[in-house]
């Protein structure tokens, strides 16, 4: 039984993370977040402590350490994106492994540091990269191996994910805190494409604006369009008024059926996080790179064959 803390608990995520602990069989021991809406402990952890201030959650794991049974072994970080370095280093400076959501940094440069900090501190930094454990992208990851194909794969991924006006209210819709649209929502699946299909060969932005993205992605076995919106407006009509989400992948013009079997992954994470086979800096390198392209780039126009059909819409 291993004891963890929680840091952004008030947060979207921080629910399956507090219910990826308990079914593990573990205990959240301290939870932390600015905001204190955070009631959902009292159904997955009642007897944690929580608090809304760094430096008294930050004490208390201090004076836990003085005790091998009440010492913390992980901390995992739902917090705001621009806080996750941070946040980071000070639980592995509390002698802790660390679990973080994705995005786990910005830059690769970032990640640089954290390597550095891992090494002082002989601890762990994990990233969520949950869609590597997804059933369907199992499938299609051994379907591609075991293939002998001429030329790559023509694959489109679509992924809205309506949000309301509270969104650019929240640091969600600060770039500065966010990282834009393509970062925010974006790295799980440019990490997916990347672990499917091998490693990225070119990088083109061909749209982006604070609330959607398209552009070109070509990996070593795979050509990619790629749009992303929380824009409800761009959902098909198929979905408006039924469902706020869309996602969609199609490979050489067959649907990946994938919108099921989210729920538990993140348990599944930390099952294998615990085992000793978690995904670590090196793993997230590859789709921190490519989000740190991305907002870097001048959009341009997309050539033959390479924009994605929401394209049209954009560029009137």
Known sequence: ???????????YIAPRHMRAIKDTGNVLASAYDINDSVGIIDSLSPDSEFFTEFERFQEHAFRLKRDPKTALDYVAICSPNYLHHAHIVAGLRLGCDVICEKPLVPTTEILDELSLVEKETGKRVYNILQLRHHQAILDLKEKVAGE??????????????SRGKWYMESWKGDPRKSFGVATNIGVHFYDMLH?????????????????????????????VRWFLTIDANDLPASVKG???????ITVDGDELEFSEGFTDLHTTSYQEILAG???GIEDARHCVQTVETIRAATPVMPSAGEGHPMLATLLR
């Open 195 to 223: 672990f499917v299909f091998g490693n990225l060969e070119r990088n083109v932005v061909h749209f982006v604006n604070e609330h959607k993205a398209a552009g070109y992605l070509e990996y070593e076995k795979a050509k």
């Open 148 to 161: 002998q194909k001429d030329g790559k794969y023509e694959v489109e991924l679509t992924y809205m994910t």
């Open 242 to 248: 039924k469902k706020s989400t869309y996602r969609s």
């Open 1 to 11: 039984m291993k004891n963890f803390a929680l840091i952004g608990a008030a947060g």
């Open 277 to 279: 086979r978690g995904y």
